[in-house]
C-alpha cells in the first residue's frame, strides 16, 4: 500500500505497509502451511494497511503453490545470488501471485560488475519486477550502492540475526542509510527488528535496533544531517521519546517512506500491538488475535 491509498483508508500513511510478512524466517519459522492463510488473514484485517507482501525465499516456490487459494502479493529472496534469480522467475509465473519484488543477496568474493551483470541476464525479460540488492558488509558496500544508483535498484540492509555478529552497530547502520540517501537508493531492512526502539534483547543480550529509529534516522539523512547524528538516533533507547519524535514528523511520510521503503517481520502482531501501544496507531486498528 501506497501513502496516497493510506490516506484514503484513513491509516496513518507513516506505518503504510510498513512491515513485510517474513513469517517463514528465523527466528519464527512459521510452517508455510500456517503462514500462507495467516497473511491473507492480516492482509483483509482492520490494520491490513500495515502489511506488505509475503516474502518467501526461491527454494519454497514449490511448496506454495498447493497452498494458494487465492492471489497473493509476494516477494521472492533468493540468497543464492543470481544464480537462483532465473528459476525463482519461472517458478513463480505459474502461480496465481502478483510478484512484487526480488531479494538477492552478492556471493561472497563476487565483485560488484559481476553481480550486477549476472543479475542483468538472470531477470532478462522481467525488467518490470523490481529488485533489492541485499548490500554486503564488507569493502564492496559503497560499490554496490553506487551502481544501484546506476541501475535505479534498491537496497536490503540486514540490520540483526540469529548471531551477535549480524548485528550491525549504530555507526555502521548510520553509514549505510546516510550513504543510500545521499544516492537516493530507497532501502529495505531485514532480521532483528523486534521492537520499535534500540533495546538489548534479554534472551540473547544482542544490542537489537529499532524500526522507529530507522524512521527517524531516515528524516535526518534525509535532511542532510552528518552520519555522527544518524548514529546517535539510532542509539535512542527511550519509546516513549522516539515515540513522540516520531508522531511529529507525520506530515513527512510520504518524503520519509520513499526512502525507508519496509522491513521483514516474522511476527506481525508484535510491530502491529507496540505501535498501538504507543499510541502510534489507533486502537481502531488493532485486532485480538492479530
Not at 551477535?164 to 547502520?173: F, G, K, N, Y
Not at 523486534?194 to 534483547?201: G, K, M, S, W
Not at 527511550?238 to 511529529?248: G, K, P, R, T, Y
Request: proline content about 7%; hydrophobic content about 50%.
Amino acid at each position: 500500500m501506497d501513502v496516497g491509498e493510506a490516506v484514503v483508508t484513513g491509516f496513518p500513511a507513516l506505518f503504510a505497509g510498513l512491515c513485510d510478512d517474513a513469517a517463514v524466517f528465523p527466528p519464527g519459522l512459521a510452517p508455510l502451511a500456517a503462514a500462507v492463510p495467516a497473511h491473507h488473514r492480516h492482509r483483509r484485517a482492520v490494520y491490513g494497511p500495515l502489511v506488505g507482501p509475503f516474502v518467501l525465499p526461491a527454494t519454497a516456490l514449490d511448496a506454495l503453490g498447493p497452498l494458494l487459494t487465492e492471489k497473493m502479493d509476494l516477494a521472492v529472496t533468493a540468497p543464492g545470488g543470481p544464480v537462483q534469480v532465473a528459476d525463482a522467475l519461472i517458478a513463480v509465473s505459474g502461480l496465481p501471485v502478483d510478484l512484487r519484488w526480488l531479494e538477492v543477496a552478492v556471493p561472497a568474493g563476487m565483485s560488484p560488475g559481476d553481480f550486477f551483470r549476472a543479475l542483468d541476464r538472470a531477470r532478462a525479460g522481467r525488467e518490470d519486477v523490481p529488485v533489492y540488492v541485499e548490500v554486503p558488509r564488507d569493502g564492496r558496500h559503497r560499490a554496490i550502492i553506487t551502481m544501484l544508483a546506476a541501475t535505479g535498484h534498491r537496497a536490503k540492509f540486514r540490520t540483526g540475526g540469529v548471531t551477535a555478529d549480524l548485528h550491525p552497530t549504530v555507526a555502521e547502520l548510520a553509514a549505510a542509510i546516510k550513504t543510500a540517501v545521499v544516492a537516493g537508493v530507497p532501502f529495505k531492512a531485514t532480521a532483528g527488528l523486534h521492537n520499535p526502539v534500540r533495546h538489548t534483547a534479554r534472551e540473547t543480550g544482542f544490542d537489537q535496533h529499532g524500526y522507529l529509529n530507522l524512521i527517524l534516522a531516515t528524516e535526518a539523512a534525509l535532511d542532510g544531517r552528518p552520519a555522527g547524528d544518524l548514529a546517535g538516533i539510532l542509539d535512542h533507547r527511550d519509546a516513549l521519546f522516539v515515540a513522540a519524535c516520531v508522531s511529529e514528523i507525520a506530515d513527512r511520510a510520504e518524503e520519509i517512506r520513499t526512502a525507508f521503503l519496509s522491513f521483514g517481520t516474522c511476527s506481525i502482531s508484535e510491530p502491529l500491538g507496540d505501535l498501538v501501544g504507543l499510541g502510534l496507531l489507533s486502537h481502531e486498528f488493532f485486532e485480538e488475535g492479530a
